[in-house]
């Protein structure tokens, strides 16, 4: 995963990790139920523009 040394600020490692667990959480339940993986790459595109923000604003 990313550190805030590899992006070149101070980044926010709290919201790092509960962003990291919340892929892990959404990924968990895409394999239990497959037939909504729409669904569930609707959640992990919230979450990665999150992501995003987040490594922007440590730029």
Known sequence: MLSGQAVGGAMDTDELEQ????????VDEMGADPSRAAYYFG???IVTKQLFRLIDRSA
């Open 19 to 26: 962003l990291r667990q919340r892929y892990k959480e959404i």
């Open 43 to 45: 959640r992990l595109e």
